[in-house]
């Protein structure tokens, strides 16, 4: 019996129902090109995620430097600070661009005809897993940007010095690593609230447009396929209690939000519309039935970066579904405005 099992014989209200064995699926000889290609970059994402975890701002020197800009000790402790930050910082948005890639190597090995995206998901249980992979990754990632402001004052501070400094013809051997068209790429990434979200976004709508022939509802089927497996796991005790480790669940939950966000960006009527084939009152209720602190930022998510939940035709009970209360993070911090620290800070 193969790790995708179907858990229901028939389907309920039209959303497919199936158990998909994140913990054990195995590639396949047919999946293996595919699969070493996305495990090469999967392998180095835990090392992304205990760097950014391990971010230590340089906001002090920064500070002392702004407030003593006759200080050439202070510059230089401030620049020798900010520099290997940087370093970091373009690590991490390098890896970006290598999850981008992995993602779309999935995206067209789980949509390809003649098979249908049930069918992928049933044969390529491996690729399956990898993109979950991929989305519990995005989101654990996004979750820890959000409340690291000191990425974007680091930031901002490096592009402002290393701009003064050239005009002072000073040589700056970072620039070797971090040119200036670098800089401009990387200051577009970390000024959105959620920037691998945005990523994986951005993929999956260029994916579908770049691909004509292929049917818009291969990619959206693909999507919400995915979020009915996770929320019939999430909601069914037979299922979820299968799973080895209580880490599961969360990885469910991740996955889930992780795949309506997308289909909401790809789906010209997005995920909250009658029409969609997924169940979003089923998948909000799941994840409100959890512990408030284990899902904020999953409700976060669906609050603040999907596309279509303001439309006119998305249905009250959702929107009221999704105003909560007890957020830790604001709207204004999730929108991305996080003001870098200035000339004029004096604290």
């Known amino acids: 019996m193969g790790n995708l099992l179907k858990v229901l014989t028939r389907e309920i209200e039209n959303y497919p129902s199936?158990?998909?064995d994140f913990e054990n699926a195995q590639a396949t000889e047919g999946e293996r090109?595919?699969?070493?290609?996305?495990?090469?970059?999967?392998?180095?994402?835990?090392?992304i995620l205990t760097g950014l975890q391990a971010y230590k701002g340089a906001g002090q020197e920064i500070r002392d430097a702004i407030q003593n800009p006759n200080d050439m000790?202070?510059?230089?402790?401030?620049?020798?600070?900010?520099?290997?930050l940087v370093i970091k910082l373009k690590k991490f948005y390098s890896f970006s661009l290598r999850l981008e890639e992995a993602l779309r190597s999935l995206l067209t090995s789980l949509t390809c005809p003649p098979l249908t995206p049930t069918q992928h998901l049933e044969r390529e249980q491996a690729l399956a897993k990898?993109?979950?992979?991929?989305l519990h990754f995005t989101l654990r990632f996004d979750e820890l940007k959000m409340r690291i402001p000191a990425i974007q004052n680091d930031f901002s501070y490096y592009r402002r010095t290393i701009s003064r400094n050239r005009i002072n013809n000073m040589n700056l051997d970072i620039e070797n690593e971090v040119n200036n068209e670098m800089a401009n790429r990387m200051s577009l990434f970390y000024a959105?609230?959620?920037?691998?979200?945005?990523?994986?976004s951005t993929a999956t709508t260029n994916f579908v447009s770049e691909n004509k022939t292929l049917p818009l509802e291969n990619t959206t089927d693909c999507l919400s396929t995915m979020a009915s497996v996770c929320k019939v796991m999430l909601e069914t005790p037979e299922y979820s209690s299968r799973f080895n480790s209580e880490d599961t669940l969360l990885f469910c939950m991740r996955v889930m939000v992780g795949v309506i966000i997308l289909y909401d960006h790809v789906h010209p009527n997005g995920a909250f519309n009658k029409s969609s084939k997924i169940d979003m009152k089923g998948c909000i209720k799941v994840l409100k039935d959890q512990p408030a602190d284990t899902v904020e930022g999953l409700l976060n998510a669906l609050k603040f970066?999907?596309?279509h939940l303001n439309d006119e035709s998305t249905p009250k009970n959702i929107r009221t579904m999704l105003q909560f209360k007890g957020l830790n993070l604001s709207p204004f911090l999730l929108s991305g405005s996080v003001r870098p620290i200035t000339e004029q800070d004096t604290v």
């Not at 595919?34 to 495990?39: F, L, M, R, Y």
């Not at 990898?130 to 991929?134: G, H, L, S, V």
């Not at 959105?192 to 994986?200: D, F, V």
């Open 192 to 200: 959105e609230a959620t920037p691998m979200l945005k990523t994986l």
């Open 73 to 84: 000790t202070l510059q230089e402790r401030a620049w020798n600070s900010v520099c290997p």
């Open 33 to 47: 090109e595919v699969w070493d290609q996305v495990n090469a970059v999967l392998q180095d994402s835990e090392s």
């Open 305 to 307: 970066t999907t596309k």
């Open 18 to 20: 199936f158990f998909l």
């Open 130 to 134: 990898q993109f979950a992979e991929i």
